[in-house]
């Protein structure tokens, strides 16, 4: 099984392209996550995805938009790139129960020079 | 934003040696998640703890609940080379999606 896809695994912005990054999961899963992980930060939640059709902030929204195209999709899109936002983004999903473990894709390393 | 007090940073331990390491807060959690991270790679999920008081074990691994609801423990015991990595906690308060993470324990293992 892929689990949770990411693409790309890399990418190189200059500061105010635009880029879209994707997330697909073929878990069946209801609510799908997206993180950013900064060296000493751990991961800091950027937007989520309770359901299809819903999107809600996290810790750190603030330049990003998201779109949850159907269940199996949530894409996150930087709009104006900006050098505060190299880092390495996650995307996760969990079943919709009370048991909600999150499972995680393998990570998209984004520099914005 | 909140973050998890994760401890220690990290440490060197000889292989065959146990592992602790712990995470408190100052909300309480309803579950509290253990994962593990390789090089270049997503966290993997280790152990899943719902009640406070809760123990539970994954191989050689083992993690508790703590009985305030607001910390976690995880041991390795007779580690070997491969549990090199950086271990997260994250918790999570009820009828939340929203998980806050630790800032890690990396743990290196000498042979």
């Known amino acids: 099984n892929a689990g949770v896809t990411q693409t790309p695994k890399f990418q190189v912005l200059k500061t105010g392209q635009s880029m879209t990054l994707q997330c697909a999961q073929d878990?069946?899963?209801?609510?799908m996550y997206w993180y950013r992980q900064d060296p000493g930060m751990g991961l800091r939640l950027i937007y989520y995805s309770a359901s299809e059709g819903t999107t809600d902030k996290g810790e750190v929204p603030n330049g990003y938009n998201v779109s949850r195209l159907n269940k199996r999709e949530f894409s996150l899109r930087l709009e104006s790139a900006a050098p505060s936002q190299t880092s390495v983004y996650f995307c996760?999903?969990?079943?919709?129960?009370?048991?909600?473990?999150?499972?995680f894709g393998q990570g998209t390393r984004l520099t914005v020079v | 934003g909140q973050q998890l007090n994760q401890s220690p940073q990290s440490m060197f331990i000889q292989e065959g040696e146990d592992v602790s390491m712990n995470c408190t807060s100052s909300?309480?959690?309803?579950?509290w998640l253990w994962y593990k991270q390789d090089p270049g790679e997503g966290p993997v999920l280790l152990i899943a703890?719902?009640?406070?008081?809760e123990l539970t074990s994954n191989g050689r691994l083992t993690a508790q609940f703590g009985i305030t609801r607001k910390d976690s423990f995880l041991n390795i015991s007779a580690s070997i080379p491969s549990d090199v990595g950086i271990y997260f906690c994250a918790g999570s308060t009820s009828g939340t999606y929203k998980y806050i993470f630790g800032t890690g324990t990396r743990l290196k293992v000498l042979a």
């Open positions: 878990m069946n899963h209801n609510s």
């Open positions: 703890l719902y009640k406070a008081g």
């Open positions: 996760a999903s969990s079943e919709k129960s009370r048991r909600v473990e999150a499972f």
């Open positions: 909300s309480i959690f309803n579950t």
